[in-house]
């Protein structure tokens, strides 16, 4: 019926209920994927990782919890996701580094525990990273100073230890 959707944009509305697996099917050509300020809950489907298409989603300001699904990181695309103020919990995926084109990572205000992933470093392209107010915990990853695109970075509100690295883009945060 919609197979040339390329943007699905629902945001601001008082929808509710799990996302519907029927969004992410494989043959999906939606490029962005706009969900915020509703009252959707339950997971991120683990289907999402059908959307190979997918460049930007949005799901900000909602009730989602369980985990950040692994297969979120196979979207080789997307260079965009905003996830926070919701309830998601577990910890970040260790493979986030493998998404490349990835400019704008928020996953504030949410649940998410366990330490920062070194591969975080390798997102070259990242120009925003918000993972305030969150229970993550450990050092900041000495790899986060290889982000030379950086402009944002926000870890206030966690359980995090050690020092700040000094090398690379830390070291202009003064």
Known sequence: ALSHLKSLDLRSNQ???????????????????LLDNNKLGGDIPSSIGNMIHLTYFSATNNDLEGPIPDNITGLRKLSAIYLGFNRLNGSIPTRIGDLDTLVYLDLCS????????????????????NLSDNHLN?????????????????????????????????????
């Not at 998410?112 to 992933?117: E, I, K, V």
């Not at 982000?147 to 690379?168: F, I, Q, R």
């Open 138 to 174: 450990g050092s900041i990853p000495h790899s986060l100073g290889k982000l030379s695109a950086l402009k944002e970075l926000s870890l206030a509100n966690n359980n995090l230890t050690g020092e700040v690295p000094t090398v690379g883009v830390l070291a202009n945060f003064s």
């Open 15 to 33: 929808f509710s209920g799990t996302l519907p697996n029927s969004i992410f099917t494989p043959n999906s050509t939606i490029r962005q994927l």
């Open 110 to 129: 949410n649940n998410l525990s366990g330490s920062l992933p070194q591969e975080l470093g390798s997102l070259s392209l990242l120009k925003r990273l």
